[in-house]
């Protein structure tokens, strides 16, 4: 996924929501961050709803019932901060929380004691957990401890997806996010264990700044349909050419839930519009009546007047179906092979308490220079819940070379 910027993400986090018994981009207008009243961001928080109690911020709670799949509950402030659960199976999954920061996922428990720990985090750095403790008792239980006791292997927890193994597809995403669901995405974690203090199989280097960019989803941008340069189908202008669609990421989510890239960028470069730069390409939009650009909307109007002359896409640009690269979400990420060689293992000791801490070097991009690490991540369910709140900087990162193994 070559791309020429990185996304940069920030969302200091608040869980904050329940659990119960039964249990860069995009078009304006979203929620808005959530700041303290000296305009800084907001304190990340967490909380946890407990049945027939509420919301709970204690760092562990538990409740018993007699439901093999119930719902566990929360929610997180800011909202748009992705949370990240992870079961006692080691299965780890990425929440996306709906617009207003709660969260709903359904589990699948075992007879006994089952724990949860969820993670809300901004780009890794500041976050803020807590555990639930589930106890699945009674009939339903007692059945499937039998089941258990009379083929074991049935029901062993799945196996490291180890080193070697080809990382899967991005798999289909839905089409449109609405603003009242829970997206949920698996991760495919690399398992090994921490690297030493010193030593080991690679070194520590420091100074590293981060950031998280995804594919960017059709379903954000309000544009009408139009003819697509080298696909035979037809998608939304603005996620063709404006700064925040596949003409500057690269890789995107169509409103058919297939993934689609730019192939050729072709000729001309970056339009910029009222003081903002890389706003448009030089080429798909139609002049405004003051000379700007504009684009007709899917719901009808114009984005900014009505249209006069049309300026066509610039020559030589093309699409293609499927992803530029074999990416994994929370696994890959984008370095710059001069300070880091592709194919490296490396542990960002920021996300270890969501992915265990690895990733493997699988992409670069124009903008990803030095000591820069951009962290392949899914998509939010709202971009603009995260806008303005910075990267990290300053970060250690362990490095072990290509065909190396891991501690």
């Known amino acids: 996924m070559s791309r020429a910027r990185a996304v940069v993400l920030g969302a200091l986090v608040t869980l904050s929501g329940g659990l119960v018994s039964a249990c860069g981009a995009g078009q304006s207008g979203g929620p808005q961050l959530n700041l303290a009243s000296n305009g800084t961001a907001a304190a990340l928080q967490l909380q946890l709803r407990l049945p027939m109690v509420g919301l709970s911020s204690a760092a562990q709670v538990s409740y018993t019932t007699g439901e093999g799949k119930p719902v566990l509950r929360g929610m997180v402030q800011p909202a ?61 239980a007692d ?37 009242g669901v829970t ?9 090994a264990n921490p690297p ?43 996620w063709l050419y404006s700064a925040h669609g596949l003409s500057m990421e690269g890789d995107g989510i169509g409103l058919d839930g297939q993934q689609y890239h730019i192939q050729s960028l072709g000729s001309g470069g970056w339009l910029g519009q009222g003081g903002s730069v890389w706003y448009w390409r030089t080429g798909g939009y139609w002049k405004s009546p003051s000379g700007g650009i504009t684009f007709p909307l899917s719901s009808g109007g114009w984005s900014n007047g009505a249209g006069g002359a049309y300026v066509p896409p610039p020559q030589g640009i093309s699409f293609a179906s499927g992803p530029s690269r074999n990416l994994s979400y929370l696994r890959s990420v984008a370095v710059d092979p001069s300070v880091i060689p592709m194919g490296s293992h490396i542990f960002i000791p920021a996300y270890e308490a969501i992915n265990g801490g690895w990733f493997q070097a699988d992409d670069t991009g124009g903008a990803i220079n030095g000591r820069h ?33 891991l501690p």
């Open 143 to 179: 059945a499937m401890e039998r089941q258990v006791q009379a083929d074991p292997a049935k029901y062993l927890p799945p196996a490291s997806a180890g080193l070697n193994r080809k990382l899967p597809p991005l798999g289909k995403i839905p089409a449109v996010i609405p603003s």
């Open 373 to 405: 690490i951009d962290v392949f991540r899914p998509p939010p369910a709202d971009p603009n819940s995260s806008d303005g709140l910075g990267l990290a900087n300053g970060q250690n990162v362990y490095i072990v070379p290509p065909g190396v193994p």
């Open 183 to 191: 997206t949920t995405f698996s991760i495919n974690a690399i398992q």
């Open 80 to 140: 748009g901060t992705p949370v990240y659960m992870l079961d006692g199976q080691g299965r780890r999954t990425v929440v996306e929380p709906k617009h207003d920061g709660s969260f709903d996922v359904r589990a699948s428990l075992v007879p006994g004691t089952n724990q949860f720990k969820f993670t809300a985090a901004r780009l890794g750095t500041s976050n803020r957990s807590a555990t639930l403790t589930v106890e699945w008792r009674g009939p339903a």
């Open 196 to 238: 030493p203090a010193t030593g080991g199989p690679g070194h520590w280097l420091g100074g590293f700044e981060l950031t998280e960019y995804y594919p960017a989803l059709e379903s954000w941008f309000v544009g009408a349909l139009v003819p697509t340069p080298g696909l035979p189908s037809q998608h939304r202008i603005d």
